[in-house]
């Protein structure tokens, strides 16, 4: 009888009993991933990269988590392999090499990421997959300094006293001190040794770019070492602001891209793809559209004249032209001295 109840139960289910069986075993086969963003990009990766991949891959759920890198990465660090509940995403280069010498990433190749062949040698590295680049160069006010910015070591004129904003925990500008001094990108005490001499052109410690771009709108502060796409961006917003890419380059910043080790092999498969579809033309110029970030992919040409602002001189805002006009900084060794860096700063500049 209870035999009979159930097969009349199944029978009457039908087609939907068979639904439902589908259903679990699609449930059984489908692949998590989580993965990590940085603040404000979760609109242009769901639009340009997850939802396309969603629609030729439907196994795999995407769980976009928008983050700093330092909160992604301490998460990260917390979690054994076999727990970790973010399976690849965004990071900055100093923790992109933090994580190498903790073993955080799987490494990629351009067999798993075959858009990485578009990716200039150059601008490459053996921390993460490049996703696009940032330029960390020096913004300025044009109506106080209409003749422009040409050296990291203009910063050092005594028509700036007072002028000057600085990092007190962002190291690139201390690098390039020690750059345009004849120094290499490891010798940043020849870089603080200058900023030294020149202090007094110090009238503000940076908390936050809306902050710094607020002064130098008003004139408080005439130059700072700053970035690229925010300068643009703010810039293009009617704020008073222009951008130079000093003579001896501007520092390369490059947002990465990383798998975490510890993912199953198809969260793997699917991190990868999530790369490539990153790196993808689409995506690469979406990227540039949203941010003013220069694409990864050399294949990847913009309309750089939407991010023409003063100053920003025959910059086209292409992988091959960032070849030429930054700087590569050794962000291995700056990651393994951030608190010598910070002392010197502090001792010496406070």
């Given at each position: 009888?209870?035999?009979?109840?159930?097969?009349?139960?199944?029978?009457?289910?039908?087609?939907?009993a068979?639904?439902?069986?589908?259903?679990?075993?699609?449930?059984?086969?489908?692949t998590?991933?989580?993965?990590?963003?940085f603040?404000?990009?979760?609109?242009?990766?769901?639009?340009?990269?997850?939802?396309?991949?969603n629609?030729?891959?439907?196994?795999?759920?995407?769980?976009?988590?928008?983050?700093?890198?330092?909160?992604?990465?301490?998460?990260?660090?917390?979690?054994?392999?076999?727990?970790?509940?973010?399976?690849?995403?965004?990071?900055?280069?100093?923790?992109?090499?933090?994580?190498?010498?903790?073993?955080l990433?799987?490494?990629?190749?351009?067999?798993?990421?075959?858009?990485?062949?578009?990716?200039?040698?150059?601008?490459?590295?053996?921390?993460?997959?490049?996703?696009?680049?940032?330029?960390?160069?020096?913004?300025?006010?044009?109506?106080?300094?209409?003749?422009?910015?040409?050296?990291?070591?203009?910063?050092?004129?005594?028509?700036?006293?007072?002028?000057?904003?600085?990092?007190?925990?962002?190291?690139?500008?201390?690098?390039?001190?020690?750059?345009?001094?004849?120094?290499?990108?490891?010798?940043?005490?020849?870089?603080?040794?200058?900023?030294?001499?020149?202090?007094?052109?110090?009238?503000?410690?940076?908390?936050?770019?809306?902050?710094?771009?607020?002064?130098?709108?008003?004139?408080?502060?005439?130059?700072?070492?700053?970035?690229?796409?925010?300068?643009?961006?703010?810039?293009?917003?009617?704020?008073?602001?222009?951008?130079?890419?000093?003579?001896?380059?501007?520092?390369?910043?490059?947002?990465?891209?990383?798998?975490?080790?510890?993912?199953?092999?198809?969260?793997?498969?699917?991190?990868?793809?999530?790369?490539?579809?990153?790196?993808?033309?689409?995506?690469?110029?979406?990227?540039?559209?949203?941010?003013?970030?220069?694409?990864?992919?050399?294949?990847?040409k913009?309309d750089?004249?939407?991010?023409?602002i003063?100053?920003?001189?025959?910059?086209?805002?292409?992988?091959?032209?960032?070849?030429?006009?930054?700087?590569?900084?050794?962000?291995?060794?700056?990651?393994?001295?951030?608190?010598?860096?910070?002392?010197?700063?502090?001792?010496?500049?406070?």
């Amino acid at each position: 009888m209870q035999r009979r109840t159930f097969s009349t139960a199944i029978a009457a289910m039908g087609c939907g009993a068979l639904s439902g069986v589908s259903t679990l075993a699609e449930a059984q086969s489908s692949t998590n991933v989580a993965f990590a963003l940085f603040p404000g990009y979760r609109e242009l990766m769901k639009q340009h990269v997850f939802d396309p991949y969603n629609k030729a891959n439907p196994q795999v759920n995407i769980s976009p988590l928008e983050g700093p890198a330092s909160q992604t990465y301490a998460q990260l660090l917390a979690s054994p392999p076999s727990s970790r509940s973010i399976q690849g995403g965004m990071m900055n280069d100093a923790l992109s090499w933090a994580g190498v010498n903790t073993k955080l990433w799987d490494p990629m190749t351009i067999k798993d990421v075959p858009n990485l062949a578009k990716v200039p040698a150059a601008l490459r590295n053996d921390a993460g997959i490049p996703w696009v680049f940032n330029a960390f160069g020096i913004s300025y006010n044009p109506e106080k300094m209409p003749n422009g910015i040409d050296s990291w070591n203009d910063l050092y004129s005594p028509s700036l006293k007072g002028k000057v904003a600085m990092w007190p925990a962002y190291f690139d500008a201390y690098v390039m001190a020690a750059v345009a001094a004849g120094g290499g990108n490891t010798e940043i005490e020849k870089g603080i040794e200058k900023w030294k001499k020149a202090k007094d052109n110090i009238g503000m410690w940076i908390t936050s770019i809306a902050e710094l771009h607020q002064a130098m709108h008003r004139g408080e502060i005439w130059a700072a070492p700053d970035y690229l796409s925010t300068t643009v961006r703010d810039a293009k917003a009617g704020m008073k602001l222009a951008m130079s890419l000093p003579v001896e380059g501007a520092v390369l910043n490059t947002y990465q891209l990383e798998s975490v080790s510890g993912n199953s092999v198809a969260q793997r498969q699917a991190v990868a793809g999530l790369i490539n579809s990153s790196l993808g033309d689409q995506a690469q110029a979406a990227a540039f559209e949203a941010a003013y970030l220069t694409p990864a992919n050399a294949a990847v040409k913009v309309d750089a004249r939407k991010g023409e602002i003063p100053g920003l001189k025959g910059y086209d805002f292409s992988a091959s032209e960032a070849v030429k006009r930054f700087y590569k900084v050794d962000y291995k060794w700056v990651g393994a001295n951030g608190s010598k860096i910070k002392k010197l700063i502090e001792d010496n500049l406070h």
